[in-house]
């Protein structure tokens, strides 16, 4: 699988990721320039969200193309963020003020013993625009919310995001205490990417 894909992502956080994650599959994975197009994400789900990119971004590059939606699921706030997670304090991509923001939000709750209940979701969608083929996968990762920021690694929403994998050794440690073999073991990104991989090589063969 010697061909290059196109990643339809300005987030060098999730570039990054979707890299280490192809490494071992011999893939390519390039991102976008300041040329590319912006995508309006007003999708009602993450999958409906990463189809959108994915096509619009296939159109554009003429080239085969992944593209993710995720988010967090906070269960106290009604599953919100959700698909608003980049920019639920206002500003895409502030993960300060997003944080921030799920704190005060979270602030009126009494906290559950286990903690408030969360999820991270990503749905990938991929479009060959050679021959108009769709895929689509998606993975979920169950945790809670940390009492605080803790860990320099990942984005977003990470530093907040305490991983509840009992059979793991990452039991209690946020996402961004996590290495980054550690984290694609688990994340919600790894899942989707994993399931993706088997039609990706397929693709990648010319296979029909």
């Given at each position: 699988?010697?061909r ?10 999730k ?10 599959f ?41 593209a ?31 944080i921030?923001?799920?704190f ?16 991270f ?15 689509v ?15 320099s690694?990942?984005f ?14 990452l ?9 980054a073999?550690?984290k ?11 399931a ?13």
């Open positions: 699988m010697a290059a894909i196109i990643f339809a992502t300005k987030n060098g956080g570039l990054r990721e979707l890299r280490h994650l192809c490494e071992a011999g893939v390519e994975v390039l991102g976008l320039g300041d040329d590319a197009p912006d995508v309006v994400e007003d999708g009602a789900t993450f999958e409906e969200n990463a189809l959108k990119k994915a096509r619009a971004i296939a159109t554009w590059s003429n080239k085969l193309t992944i993710d939606d995720s988010g967090l699921e906070v269960d106290a706030l009604g599953k919100r963020p959700g698909v608003h997670s980049a920019r639920f304090a206002g500003e895409h991509g502030n993960d300060a003020a997003n921030n923001r799920i005060a939000e979270l602030q009126p709750f009494t906290r559950p013993s286990r903690g408030f209940t969360a999820r979701r990503c749905a990938l969608a991929m479009i060959d625009p050679a021959t108009g083929r769709e895929h996968t998606s993975g979920s990762c169950e945790g809670e919310i940390a009492l605080e920021p803790r860990g690694n990942g977003g929403y990470d530093p907040i995001f305490v991983v509840k994998e009992a059979t793991t050794a039991e209690d440690r946020t996402m961004a205490e996590l290495s073999d550690e694609a073991a688990v994340s919600h990104r790894g899942q989707a990417m994993r993706m991989i088997p039609t990706l090589a397929s693709w990648l063969r010319g296979a029909t």
